[in-house]
């Protein structure tokens, strides 16, 4: 049965995934807007997703480009679940999981480092 979570909630849960980034790391995350959405409208079942240019892509024609986003899609985190003790286990996966891909890791990578 999915967990029932406020959106306050879980943007609380988002939140304090972010804060657990060490500074140095976090200070090197740029141009990028976390947010939260209730599903992705292609694949319901998508649990965050990285839209963007990697740090590791990027060249003097990125200058000027709108803010990379990394959306996390509650909906599917709580259904997922259950009990709001995985749900931020979930949390933090996905929002390191889709930073890691800002940084340039791809899927297989995050699997063998085992952030799936």
């Known amino acids: ?31 990028v807007v976390v947010l939260v ?9 998508l649990l965050g997703l990285y839209e963007g240019v990697a740090l ?11 803010p990379d986003t990394i959306t996390i899609y509650r909906g599917a985190l709580l259904r997922m679940c259950d009990s709001e003790e995985e749900v931020v286990e979930e949390v933090v996966i996905t929002v390191i999981h889709e930073i890691a891909h800002h940084f340039g890791i791809d899927d297989d990578r995050l699997h063998e480092l085992g952030w799936g």
């Not at 959405?37 to 079942?45: L, S």
């Not at 590791?56 to 709108?66: F, K, N, Q, V």
């Open 1 to 31: 049965m999915p967990v029932r979570m406020t959106a306050r909630r879980f943007e609380e849960l988002v939140g304090d995934a972010l804060d657990l980034i060490p500074p140095k790391l976090a200070g090197a995350i740029d141009n």
């Open 37 to 45: 959405a209730d599903r992705n409208p292609d694949e319901p079942d």
């Open 56 to 66: 590791t892509e990027r060249d003097t024609h990125y200058a000027g480009s709108l």
